[in-house]
Nanobody, 128 residues
Framework: QVQLAESGGGSVQAGGSLRLSCAAS????????MGWFRQAPGKEREGVAA???????SYADSVKGRFTISQDNGKNTLYLQMNSLKPEDTAMYYC??????????????????????WGQGTQVTVSS
């Protein structure tokens, strides 16, 4: 099985930045599409960003221009750089491995139904 472990969460003021990391137990990134999801209390888990094995990326509209997903295959680690954070970004953030699909030549936003391996989550809290 694939084991994923997130780190880097914390509390920041609005406008601040955080970088989340996701370490995989094995070489994951050539075999799976990797994604970041988030879930706030009482709300559904939503896709934030994804990166496929060919390097294609996708982002939720709410984070475009502020978040960047990347991967270091040599370290078997996935990253999410989060800039210009807003209070509405407050959530538990999860790293996941699964499958992604292309629509119209572009990578589609990640869908949690297509991801079977999940990390334990890391909390991000953004204050006003």
């Amino acid at each position: 099985q694939v084991q994923l472990a997130e780190s880097g969460g914390g509390s920041v003021q609005a406008g601040g930045s955080l970088r989340l990391s996701c370490a995989a137990s094995t070489y994951t990134y050539s075999s799976y599409c990797m994604g970041w999801f988030r879930q706030a209390p009482g709300k559904e888990r939503e896709g934030v960003a994804a990166i496929d094995s060919d390097g294609s990326t996708s982002y939720a509209d709410s984070v475009k221009g502020r978040f960047t997903i990347s991967q270091d295959n040599g370290k078997n680690t996935l990253y999410l750089q989060m800039n210009s954070l807003k209070p509405e970004d407050t959530a538990m953030y999860y790293c996941a491995a699964g499958a992604c699909y292309f629509w119209g030549g572009s990578l589609a936003p990640p869908d949690r139904r297509n991801f079977g391996y999940w990390g334990q989550g890391t909390q991000v809290t953004v204050s006003s």
